[in-house]
Each structure stands twice: as C-alpha cells, then as structure tokens.
C-alpha cells in the first residue's frame, strides 16, 4: 500500500485502485481499475470547463518555461499583474481595486478575517473584531477559516478558536437583526456564501438585503464567498452580481483556473483598501506559492477560455436542462425529495421508505452505489449533489441520471434487505 494519506477517506478505504485517478478528459475520469466514469463533480466543483482544457495547459507550460518560479512575496510579476487587472475588470473595476493571490479557498478566508479586522483598526474602529458567518457553511479547515466554518467538522475536537466568530442560520433575517442589535458595535465582518456549499442552499434576496441595509447601520465588511459558486456556475459569472448590491470584498478559487492551479483571488473593494493606503499600511499575509506566474497565467488563460467558449451561455442552457432533467425525476422516482441550488450547482434530497429525509450515514451507500452505475457524484446533507462541468452534453445527460435511477434503486433494495 502507498504512503500517501488522502483526504476525507478513513484508513480503511486507502490504497483502493478504484479510488486512484489516474486520468481525467472532458467530463470523465478513468481510475487504476481501468474503470472510465462519469464526472458530476467537477473535480471537487473545480473544472468548469471540463478537464484536459488545451489552452490552460498550454499557459502554465509557457510560463513554467519562461517565468519558473516568479511569485508576490515582496515583489510582483507580470503573469500576476495581469490576471488581477483582468479579474478587477470582470469582477467590476468600478468598485473593486486590488487582488490578493492565496493557494486556496481556505488561505483566502484567512486573509479575509486579517483584512476586515486591521480594516476596522486603521478606520478607528478599534471594536469591531467579531467576523460572522452562517451556519452549515463551508469556508475551508485551515484554522481561521475552520472557526469560520459554520458545518460542524470537530472543531471543538481540534481546538479551533471560534470566539470571536459568530453563526446564524441561513436566510434568518430575525436572527440576524438580533445579533447586530446586540453585538452591531464589535463585528467586523459578515462572510457569506451565495449559495451555501453544503447543501446547495441559496441565500433568498430578504436575507441578501437585509445584510446590505445593516451594512448602511454598521461599517461592517461583507465579504461573498464565490469560492464554489465563481466563473458561471450558477448562471452569472458571479453568484454576487445578482444581489442588489455588491459585496466589499469577494473570493473566487476552484474555477479560477479550471483547476489547474492551488489558487485562489481576494478582491477589494476601493472602500476597504483606503485606509491601507491612507496610512500606508501592509498586511500581514504571504505564502510562498501565492501569486505565482503559472497560476496567474492559468487564470488569464481560463478567462479567455471562458469566453471564447461563451461559457455563460452554456451555464444557463445546461443549468435549464439540468432543472428539467431533476424535475423529471422528482416526478417519477417518489424517493427524491427536496430539490435545491440553481444553475449546475444542485442538491437532491433523498427519501427513505418512511418517507422521511435518508439517514445521514446512508449517504456513502448511495453515492457508492450511483459510482458503481459509472458516475462519480458528491454526497450532500440528507442526498446528493450534482456539481457538472459547463460543457455536459445531452448524452452526458442522459449517462447521469440512468446511473442516478439505477443507483437509487440498488440503494433502497439494500435498505430493504437491513430492514428485514
């Protein structure tokens, strides 16, 4: 058995070929098995565009060649320049300014807790250092954004400080008000997810603007969280354009470079940036692999790529068959429940013969037997998530939910068999 200690898998479930990668093109995978499967994952919620993108591999090749190791770390490279001003210019130059590079979503989190509470200090709101997020949300497990994280993941276990952090329920405009009402004065930042990661559950436009009317209250910093929902996964190039308003600061990563790079991107609104500049002030965050010119020009790369695919486009006409496709299902499979999320990100809730939501611990049972029909889904809160690349086809379609049909059926014939 190899060395190598996965993520996620318990001791039991490492060195099994059919959990080995050894491939990936397109939307599909081929494991050391020889199996080929099905992709509805994304690759984590990453490749966007599918996998093996030409033009992305051949960008990091280039600037492997030409620019080796360049990164950001007290000094700045061409590759980085230009990904920030294109990210700026598609993210909306007329509010946001500048772009901090990270490694990942979670590193990005971290930054953000740092940036809104030295923020608030340089603004001479020395009090203002609670940062809010939402319960069942995902922000990573790194251990500021582990605290930030809403989903219990044994936090307490590991000793993750989450006293200055606070949650409240998603899309709970009561709580909300009750939390500013009585800790308005010391929060420095409300971190959300547009459409929470975990369960693919939406933030409705009340709850939205009632964050955006308490910022008027309180010189809090919001901060979207467009880690999983970035570069047109849920039918806009940002979940966060659709609100009302925008966001100060916002994270993209997983997309970002149709994951072919550990990268991620903080933009910073004008408003927060100021008092950085207006005292000449540093931040204090680096990291060796951030910024680097592979994973920037991986992102100019996939930029391009985007639109020269009209990768919106395809997000919404694949996202309606999707919706179409989940529906049909709903109707003639009596065991799916509550359909949520938008776009190509999507959750379904599974039903047990009791008609209640599945046991949580059968939700590897089913995701294992859908893999066994060929394709590779995510398991979600009480069901499964379905998270496919923007270039599906109808026959990626149509590979997708036989597998799901017959998944479910293997999964309630078992289910059966432990009941009697």
Same mark, same amino acid.
């Given at each position: ?63 492997? =060649? ?68 939402? =319960? ?214 599974? =039903? ?69």
């Amino acid at each position: 058995m190899s060395a190598l200690w996965p993520y996620f898998l318990s001791p039991s479930e490492h060195g099994q070929d059919e959990l080995c990668l050894v491939s990936a093109t397109g939307t599909r995978v081929r494991t050391a098995t020889g199996r080929e499967l099905l992709c509805a994952t994304s690759g984590l919620w990453n490749v966007n565009l599918g996998y093996g993108n030409e033009a992305v591999a051949q960008a990091c090749g280039d600037a492997l =060649r030409d620019a080796s190791y360049l990164g950001v770390f007290r000094s700045e490279n061409p590759h980085a320049r230009a990904a920030a001003d294109a990210l700026v210019s598609r993210a909306g130059a007329a509010h946001f300014t500048k772009v901090m590079f990270t490694t990942s979503g979670g590193a990005a989190n971290d930054v953000v807790i740092k940036l809104a509470r030295q923020h608030q200090l340089l603004a001479g709101r020395t009090r203002r250092r609670i940062v809010v997020s939402l =319960r069942d949300s995902y922000h990573g497990l790194k251990m500021g954004s582990f605290a930030l994280t809403g989903e219990q993941l044994g936090q307490r276990m590991y000793g993750v400080d989450q006293s200055l952090v606070r949650h409240v329920p998603p899309n709970d405009s009561v709580a909300l008000r009750a939390l500013f009402d009585a800790q308005g004065d010391s929060i420095a930042a409300v971190v959300v997810e547009p459409v929470i990661g975990n369960g693919c559950v939406e933030l409705t436009t009340e709850f939205v603007d009632v964050l955006l009317a308490l910022r008027e209250e309180h010189p809090f910093v919001l901060v979207a969280d467009e880690v999983a929902t970035g570069f047109g996964r849920t039918g806009v190039f940002f979940a966060s354009d659709e609100w009302s308003g925008p966001p100060d600061v916002l994270i993209s990563s997983k997309g970002l470079t149709n994951g072919a790079q550990a990268t991620a991107a903080v933009l910073v609104s004008e408003s927060v940036y100021a008092p950085f500049v207006d005292t000449d002030a540093g931040l204090v965050h680096g990291e060796t692999q951030g910024g680097t010119a592979v994973a920037c020009a991986a992102i100019t790369a996939t930029l391009s790529e985007f639109d020269r695919l009209g990768a919106l486009d395809l997000t919404r006409s694949r996202g309606a068959e999707l919706d179409n496709r989940l529906r049909a299902l709903a109707e003639d499979d009596e065991s799916v429940g509550e359909l949520r999320g938008r776009g190509l990100f999507r959750a379904v809730e599974i =039903r047990g013969a009791n008609g209640r939501p599945m046991p949580q611990v059968d939700v590897g049972q089913l995701v294992s037997q859908i893999r066994e029909a060929g394709v590779v889904v995510y398991p979600g809160r009480q069901g499964v998530q379905l998270i496919p690349a923007l270039t599906y086809t109808d026959a990626d379609f149509d590979e997708l939910f036989t597998a799901l049909r017959v998944g479910l059926s293997s999964w309630r014939s078992l289910s059966h068999r432990r009941a009697a």
